[in-house]
């Protein structure tokens, strides 16, 4: 099994990439058989979508072609979003813009908001609302929200309701990523026919 790590941050060093790579060693340290697949938008930019994605076009063939092989190797995704101005990063939103049904249709996914203060809620309903129309991620019903995440960061084990917490939503993305495999094997899927969220 592989699950995938999406840093939404658009800064090169940021405490939202810090808490991307935490929660990569956790899931080492919870499940052995798990593999992790990161990507930090802050370190490795994607181009903004454009209908050459379509086309598939030799940018796209660079750029996001290696990315998307790797997230349709992947089981599950988390989405490790920061608030910017009350709003999900442009650079995440663009990343589910590419992601088509093929990438991460069926998949679940797990919602990481993060707030240098007591923010972090707006991007978790944005994501609900909208972040899954197309491409058919599935939120699964739990959610983090990190704040004070430099604070996270510095000192982990300082944070053991944090802790408790994210040992809890992994444990339960786990479940999830095991469940929908049986979805995704079924015959039931046309993304043919209704390639469009409803």
Known sequence: MKVAIICGAQRVSSESGKLALFL???IAELFSEIKTYTLDLGKNPLPLW???VWQGTEKWKTTWAPVAEEINNCDGLIMVSPEYGGMVPPALKNFLLLCGGKDIAHK???I???????GGSY???ELRTTGYKNNRICWVPDHLIIRNVAKFNESPSEHNRDIE???YSLKMFHEYTKALVTVRNSNYIDLKTFPFGM
């Open 24 to 26: 990569q060693k956790r």
């Open 50 to 52: 454009d209908e050459g």
């Open 108 to 110: 679940p996914g797990l």
């Open 112 to 118: 990481v908001g993060v707030s240098s203060g007591r």
């Open 123 to 125: 991007p978790i309903a």
């Open 165 to 167: 917490r994210i040992d």
